[in-house]
């Protein structure tokens, strides 16, 4: 069993990384960190998803308000783990990540 660090973050993941998709070894891999399935989710605020770029890749718009409210999966995941999927993510230069607002508030 992976060992798993004191603090742990919940995430949601609505593209590639969801469970059936090609980057979800990422979250399977204890050697990557901790990662637990907590159950399907969708997004309180409305945004666009775009599959764009020449790998289909898909991506949320900055225009809260518009779009759909995106349906995805909810993790737990550790520090190691979240380090790996910023890795793969780009983040910051490619993508911004965010504090989602619980129960619509």
Do not use: W
Not at 29 to 58: D, S
Request: one cysteine or more; a positive charge.
């Amino acid at each position: 069993m992976a060992k798993v660090s004191e603090k742990l973050f919940k995430i949601f993941v609505y593209g590639t990384l969801k469970n059936g998709e090609f980057n979800h070894s990422l979250l399977t891999n204890a050697n990557n960190g901790f990662a637990r399935y907590l159950g399907e989710g969708k997004m309180v605020e409305r945004y666009p998803l775009i599959i764009g770029t020449r790998f289909n890749i898909p991506f949320l718009l900055d225009k809260c308000g518009r779009g759909q409210n995106v349906k995805g999966e909810v993790y737990e995941v550790d520090k190691e783990m979240l380090k790996k999927l910023d890795e793969l993510e780009g983040y910051p230069d490619y993508y911004d990540r965010r504090a989602a607002p619980k129960d619509g508030k």
